[in-house]
């Protein structure tokens, strides 16, 4: 946060009855939470908020029945939705029929502006894993999309710098992603409790854009974070009726693409898409969550132990099934099937592992686009021509809807095939601590996106490197060396990494978060405590409460 936006921010005083917002705002950020939209924010939250709480209980359960040895099956009681080979999906909304090249990226000004100038196709703008859910980040990124939609965004740097939006027309088209069901919005209070966060993010960009975007001949679009069931995409297929309703435009105005990135979500495709279908743009094959999902959902099982993370590709068995499976299911309903994250970035005077970095780009994307997938992730702008060059080559058309996969046949046991080989080594396990160690210590200062080892690290990436060392220790698993992972040995490499930072920046060390990082990601490599999102460990230490602002 600037020193100026500092000093022009005060306690925000909310007019309608029910709501409360408890920390400071901008002038400009009250715009954004306007009497209005605070009272349609509150509506769906009032309608829609028990739903997710009983869907929330239901994971627990499902949990639970995972730990006992039920194993994920293909639902029986939606065979016939599966089984029905006639209906479809909406056909591609405006803006979304060619997504050969997607970029993400936080919601910060200077982030938006270059993504939409990157020359993607879309724009991915992340409320979700890489935004850490700092009230600032939230509040001024909704600010930005504000502007964004308006194409009247610009941002100056410090030392002088401008950004601005190019003038050719150009613009990626702009995807939201809304935090995930499982989060809340604590500086909000509906009725005494915090606001869902999913519905806050969703409910806000909506109400201030929808009818604009739909005037410049596009749509509010979404993507759509962290499921587990098809319920759950029921319930926002609920929202999008009724908040399409309440603004008087049209059912099917909003489109939504769901990352495929739980585990429990793989075996429910078909009728994710069918829950959403007048709404449904697709499914993305979210990479890093789904290996962090199989990780954590069946992390009390020792025959599904994953090896280090540099040996699970995507041609392991698992995850080759679940992207054909993907492929399949998408243009069997008629949207798009949406490769996944490139994580690395351009390498600085260093050409040979800059060559090696963007070669591992080609290959991964010339892999995708050659099973079917209609389009690609990148994080970084300098990816998209090289993403753009592989999907042109091989795909001259604006998709792949046309390429059924009709070969492929993937049982609920090839979901969870982790017959492949891989290791353990000491190496990995000390790079988890650093990855953890040092995208907590980002998050704990409001960064959600952080390079490490030359690749852009977010939370999903983070939440692999916590699960596996849980894992390993859970079930004493031995390096290649031979040498059994416990909680103490962890500790303790816990302990030298730690070291080895504070020697390494000297008296800054005392200005980071890596004390409190260091004693949060602690509580979570011992195999006993686990928890299910790094939210749940620190959300409480980023919260800005002003306390004189309570109900």
């Keep these: 946060m600037s020193a100026v936006s500092q000093v022009a921010k005060k306690l925000f005083k909310s007019t309608v009855p029910g709501v409360a917002v408890l920390a400071p705002v901008t002038a400009g950020e009250q715009e954004i939470l306007s009497p209005q939209a605070l009272q349609f924010v509150a509506t769906l939250h009032r309608i829609f908020n028990p739903t997710r709480k009983t869907l929330l209980q239901k994971r627990v359960l499902r949990q639970q029945e995972l730990d006992r ?16 080979p006639n ?29 939409l100038n990157s020359g993607a196709y879309t724009f991915m703008a992340d409320f979700e894993d890489s935004t850490a859910p700092t009230w600032e980040n ?7 999309m504000r502007d964004a939609v308006r194409e009247d965004i610009t941002f100056t740097n410090p030392n002088g710098k401008k950004y601005e939006l190019r003038k050719d027309g150009k613009l990626a088209t702009l995807l939201v992603r809304p935090r995930g069901w499982h989060m809340v919005e604590k500086h909000v209070l509906i009725d005494g409790e915090p606001c869902s966060a999913s519905i806050f993010d969703f409910s806000l960009y909506f109400f201030h854009n929808a009818k604009e975007l739909v005037k410049r001949g596009k749509g509010p679009y979404f993507y759509l974070p962290k499921m587990e069931s098809h319920l759950e995409a029921r319930l926002w297929n609920d929202i999008f009726n ?7 435009i049209p059912r099917g105005t909003i489109r939504g693409t769901v990352l495929i990135e739980t585990l429990l979500a793989a075996y429910e495709m078909d009728e994710i898409i069918y829950e959403l279908r007048d709404h449904s743009s697709g499914l993305n094959c979210g990479r890093w969550d789904y290996i962090f999902s199989f990780i954590k959902k069946l992390r009390n099982h020792p025959q599904f132990v994953l090896p280090q993370r540099s040996s699970v590709t995507m041609s392991v068995p698992f995850m080759d099934a679940y992207v054909r499976l993907l492929i399949q299911t998408c243009h069997k309903r008629g949207v798009h099937a949406m490769g996944g994250m490139a994580a690395q970035i351009p390498i600085k005077n260093n050409a040979e592992a800059n060559n090696a970095a963007m070669t591992k780009v080609r ?20 990816l998209v021509k090289i993403a753009l060059d592989i999907f042109n080559e091989h795909m001259p058309q604006a998709n792949q809807m046309h390429i059924r996969r009709d070969d492929v046949k993937v049982t609920a046991t090839d979901l969870i095939d982790i017959n492949f080989k891989g290791t353990i080594t000491e190496e990995s396990i000390r790079e988890n601590i650093e990855i953890g160690l040092a995208y907590m210590e980002a998050w704990l200062r409001g ?6 080892f ?5 939370l999903a990436t983070y939440e692999i490197s916590r699960s596996q060392l849980y894992q390993w220790v859970r079930h004493n698993v031995r390096t290649d060396k031979g040498k059994v992972v416990t909680g103490e040995y962890v500790s303790q490499i816990l302990d030298e990494e730690t070291d080895k930072i504070r020697k390494n920046l000297g008296a800054k060390y005392a200005n980071t978060k890596y004390d409190a990082a260091k004693k949060a990601f602690a509580t979570n490599v011992t195999g006993e405590r ?17 306390p004189q602002s309570k109900l």
């Design 87 to 115: 209906w479809r999906a909406a056909a591609p909304a405006p803006g979304l029929q060619d997504r050969r090249v997607e970029i993400t990226g936080p919601v910060d000004r200077k982030m938006v502006i270059n993504a």
């Design 363 to 382: 290959n991964d994307k010339l892999r995708e686009v050659t099973a079917g997938h209609d389009g690609t992730w990148v994080a970084h702008p300098d």
């Design 447 to 452: 960064v959600g996106c952080v390079p490490i």
């Design 69 to 84: 040895g039920v194993l994920p099956d293909f639902l029986p009681e939606t065979a016939f939705i599966r089984n029905d």
């Design 454 to 458: 030359n690749l852009m690290e977010d």
């Design 242 to 248: 009724v908040a399409q309703d309440m603004i008087n």
């Design 530 to 546: 686990y928890d299910d999102f790094l939210p749940d460990l620190l959300y409480d230490d980023i919260i800005t409460i002003s």
């Design 138 to 144: 939230i509040i001024s990124g909704q600010l930005n």
